[in-house]
């Protein structure tokens, strides 16, 4: 997430100051997990009450472009961006400078491009770390995301939290069931997996029906893929 020109906050938020260090108010958890599905989706911008904080963009985090991002690409000086390590040609990571913000912020903390920031830092979101119960990789984000404070008054609400929650336990604590033993080390990419596969882990799903972790863990892989977050809970595609 970047900085809104102008003053306001990133990644579409709302413009509320962040001033004092009560908790924070994430909102409904369902309305949440949709939106943020959406944005996995590539259908909408998180939309983070980020308030004053800006953490996520002055932390030493590297930004990925993929090559389809082509307005970020467009934006952004050839200077600041390096071939992924590891990935195809044509995937950038956008580093950071000495202090550990991201190049593109100018010295209020703006960025720069935001209307055309990278689609990485369109879906970041950190509450996604309260709602799998995982910590962040970085102290500054780990204590706003601990401020976090969902509304959990539904009872969907209540149970779509669970399986979020289980879904990340599952795909910590059973990593040898997967393929290769292939499962996210980065505990954005755990959290964010544990959203778009919730699904296997709801009452009536397939974690609830007795199968062993083999079976899960495929049905975890065949949702992931979907993308969507949203295939029935016994790994179905989704429609």
Known sequence: MTRRPGGGNVSGVSRTRDTHPEDLSAGAFGAWLEQMRAALRHEADADV?????????????????????????????RALLFPAPGMPAGHFVLGYDDRGRCPLLDGAGRCEIYAHRPRTCRTYDCRVFAAAGIGADRDEI???????????????????????????????????????????????????????????????????RGADAATIAAAVVLVSRDGAGEAEGDGSPGT
């Open 49 to 77: 009450p980020c308030g004053d904080c800006s953490a996520c963009c002055s932390t030493s985090h590297f930004v990925h472009v993929g090559p389809d991002d082509r307005d970020a690409l467009a934006h952004i000086p």
């Open 142 to 208: 780990a204590l706003r995301a601990r401020r976090w404070r969902f509304d959990d008054l539904a009872p969907r609400d209540r149970d779509e939290r669970a399986a979020v929650r289980a879904a990340a336990r599952f795909v910590r604590d059973n990593a040898a069931a997967f393929p290769g033993a292939a499962v996210p080390d980065d505990p954005a990419q755990l959290a964010v997996l544990a959203v778009k596969v919730a699904s296997v882990f709801l009452p009536g799903g397939l974690a609830h």
